[in-house]
Protein backbone atom coordinates (compact mmCIF):
# COMPACT_ATOMS: atom_id res chain seq x y z
CA UNK A 1 0.00 0.00 0.00
CA UNK A 2 1.46 3.59 -0.34
CA UNK A 3 -0.05 5.83 1.68
CA UNK A 4 0.21 9.83 0.82
CA UNK A 5 0.42 13.05 3.47
CA UNK A 6 -0.44 16.66 2.26
CA UNK A 7 1.04 19.57 4.26
CA UNK A 8 1.48 23.25 3.79
CA UNK A 9 -2.28 24.32 2.98
CA UNK A 10 -3.64 27.44 4.79
CA UNK A 11 -4.70 31.36 4.19
CA UNK A 12 -3.31 33.19 1.96
CA UNK A 13 -3.78 37.05 0.46
CA UNK A 14 -4.38 36.92 -3.51
CA UNK A 15 -0.95 37.33 -5.13
CA UNK A 16 0.69 35.54 -2.80
CA UNK A 17 2.29 32.28 -2.65
CA UNK A 18 2.23 28.48 -0.95
CA UNK A 19 4.33 25.62 -1.02
CA UNK A 20 2.81 22.64 -0.81
CA UNK A 21 4.22 18.89 -0.03
CA UNK A 22 3.53 15.24 -0.97
CA UNK A 23 5.32 12.47 1.33
CA UNK A 24 5.23 9.28 0.10
CA UNK A 25 5.25 6.16 2.42
CA UNK A 26 4.80 2.28 1.91
CA UNK A 27 5.00 1.01 -1.37
CA UNK A 28 6.71 3.60 -2.90
CA UNK A 29 8.12 2.08 -5.99
CA UNK A 30 4.25 1.43 -7.03
CA UNK A 31 3.59 4.19 -8.82
CA UNK A 32 5.33 6.65 -11.49
CA UNK A 33 2.98 8.86 -12.32
CA UNK A 34 1.78 11.59 -9.19
CA UNK A 35 0.08 14.89 -8.91
CA UNK A 36 -1.85 17.66 -7.17
CA UNK A 37 -5.52 17.78 -7.87
CA UNK A 38 -7.96 20.18 -6.56
CA UNK A 39 -11.92 20.36 -5.48
CA UNK A 40 -13.57 23.58 -4.89
CA UNK A 41 -17.22 23.44 -3.21
CA UNK A 42 -19.59 22.63 -5.46
CA UNK A 43 -17.38 21.99 -8.34
CA UNK A 44 -15.78 19.19 -9.50
CA UNK A 45 -12.14 17.71 -8.83
CA UNK A 46 -9.66 18.53 -11.40
CA UNK A 47 -6.01 18.02 -11.96
CA UNK A 48 -3.61 21.08 -11.63
CA UNK A 49 -0.27 19.58 -12.16
CA UNK A 50 1.86 15.59 -12.58
CA UNK A 51 5.02 14.77 -13.14
CA UNK A 52 6.60 11.25 -13.80
CA UNK A 53 8.64 9.90 -10.69
CA UNK A 54 10.91 8.26 -13.55
CA UNK A 55 12.22 11.08 -15.86
CA UNK A 56 10.51 14.28 -14.41
CA UNK A 57 8.17 15.09 -17.59
CA UNK A 58 5.37 17.37 -15.96
CA UNK A 59 1.93 18.86 -17.15
CA UNK A 60 0.05 22.04 -16.07
CA UNK A 61 -3.85 22.67 -16.34
CA UNK A 62 -3.56 25.88 -18.47
CA UNK A 63 -5.55 27.55 -15.18
CA UNK A 64 -2.56 27.37 -13.48
CA UNK A 65 0.83 27.62 -16.32
CA UNK A 66 2.83 29.67 -15.21
CA UNK A 67 2.46 30.32 -11.82
CA UNK A 68 2.50 26.96 -10.32
CA UNK A 69 5.86 24.80 -10.74
CA UNK A 70 5.35 20.91 -9.26
CA UNK A 71 8.76 19.24 -8.67
CA UNK A 72 9.97 16.16 -7.09
CA UNK A 73 12.66 14.96 -4.27
CA UNK A 74 12.85 11.44 -5.33
CA UNK A 75 15.73 10.49 -2.29
CA UNK A 76 12.98 11.89 0.09
CA UNK A 77 9.87 9.95 -1.61
CA UNK A 78 8.67 14.01 -1.91
CA UNK A 79 6.43 15.80 -4.48
CA UNK A 80 6.07 19.66 -3.99
CA UNK A 81 3.66 22.45 -5.48
CA UNK A 82 5.21 25.78 -5.51
CA UNK A 83 1.97 28.18 -6.03
CA UNK A 84 2.82 31.99 -7.06
CA UNK A 85 0.08 34.74 -7.89
CA UNK A 86 -2.57 32.78 -6.09
CA UNK A 87 -5.82 33.90 -7.17
CA UNK A 88 -9.36 33.51 -5.41
CA UNK A 89 -10.22 31.11 -7.88
CA UNK A 90 -7.24 28.85 -7.16
CA UNK A 91 -9.41 28.24 -3.26
CA UNK A 92 -10.20 24.43 -2.39
CA UNK A 93 -8.64 21.08 -1.09
CA UNK A 94 -6.00 20.10 -2.51
CA UNK A 95 -5.11 16.67 -3.42
CA UNK A 96 -1.93 14.62 -3.99
CA UNK A 97 -2.61 11.80 -5.45
CA UNK A 98 -0.56 8.96 -7.49
CA UNK A 99 -1.10 5.71 -10.29
CA UNK A 100 1.08 2.99 -11.00
CA UNK A 101 -1.05 2.81 -14.77
CA UNK A 102 -2.32 6.30 -15.70
CA UNK A 103 0.77 8.42 -17.70
CA UNK A 104 1.25 11.93 -16.55
CA UNK A 105 -1.33 13.34 -19.01
CA UNK A 106 -3.98 11.05 -18.53
CA UNK A 107 -4.11 11.71 -15.09
CA UNK A 108 -4.78 14.74 -14.45
CA UNK A 109 -7.36 15.25 -17.32
CA UNK A 110 -8.92 12.43 -16.20
CA UNK A 111 -8.43 13.64 -12.26
CA UNK A 112 -8.33 10.09 -11.28
CA UNK A 113 -5.79 8.05 -9.51
CA UNK A 114 -5.14 4.96 -7.02
CA UNK A 115 -3.44 6.21 -4.28
CA UNK A 116 -4.92 9.79 -2.28
CA UNK A 117 -3.95 11.75 0.56
CA UNK A 118 -6.37 13.17 3.03
CA UNK A 119 -6.06 16.87 1.17
CA UNK A 120 -5.30 20.22 2.57
CA UNK A 121 -7.34 23.17 2.43
CA UNK A 122 -5.90 26.22 0.20
CA UNK A 123 -7.77 29.47 0.83
CA UNK A 124 -7.06 32.87 -0.98
CA UNK A 125 -8.81 35.05 0.13
CA UNK A 126 -8.33 39.39 1.20
Known amino acids: QLQLVESGGGLVQPGGSLRLSCAASGFTRNYDAIGWFRQAPGKEREGVSC????????YYADSVKGRFTISRDNAKNTVYLQMNSLKPEDTGVYYCAADPTWGIQAMCIMADANYWGQGTQVTVSS
Open 51 to 58: ISSSDGNT
